[in-house]
């Protein structure tokens, strides 16, 4: 790669490396990858394939319409949509509920994550201790502490909570 970064920057190249390293690549690409393997000849402008690129954007469309992409709106707009005034929102404190020496956890922020961490001794919930992802309930298994912390992608983390478990 280097030896060809090289001869691009000398001006050294042609033909279909030259391609490869063009400055500037078309908005849409169509290549038959049976007789083109390499992906060189762009067939995009090919009066012969205008029915297949029809249908290729169609389809191209109705996914973008399905899964609701939002590709096209500007990254300033699209953070506005998601933090209004710029305030990212904050996930909801995961709530412990316990009986006997079972846990249960949940949170009301709607897709939000939870994790915990059971251990003997106190811990610094801010270090790697091994966090689990909770999806069911777990039993304390003669532990000590319990730590738990809940997010969701695009919100600030929950604070820890850190439950002192009765040992038996």
């Avoid at 205008?50 to 707009?77: M, V």
Wanted: net charge neutral.
């Amino acid at each position: 790669m280097n030896e060809l970064l090289r001869l691009r920057d000398g001006g050294k190249l042609s033909g279909s490396t030259a391609y490869w390293f063009r400055p500037a690549k078309t908005n849409e690409e169509l290549y038959d990858c049976v007789t083109d393997p390499f992906n060189l000849h762009n067939l995009i402008d090919d009066p012969q394939y205008a029915g297949k690129i029809k249908e290729l954007r169609n389809a191209l469309d109705e996914f973008i319409n399905k899964i609701h992409d939002k590709s096209s709106i500007p990254e300033a707009q699209m953070i506005e949509q998601m933090w209004p005034g710029g305030v990212q929102p904050k996930t909801a404190q995961p709530v412990i509920s316990m009986k006997d020496e079972t846990i249960r956890i949940s949170c009301t922020t709607a897709g939000a994550s939870i994790g915990y961490i059971l251990s003997e001794k106190e811990l610094n919930p801010g270090l790697n201790n091994g966090w689990q992802l909770y999806q069911n309930p777990v039993k304390t298994n003669g532990a000590k502490y319990l730590y738990v912390i809940a997010n969701r992608i695009g919100y600030a983390d929950s604070e820890v909570v850190t439950k002192k478990l009765l040992a038996k």
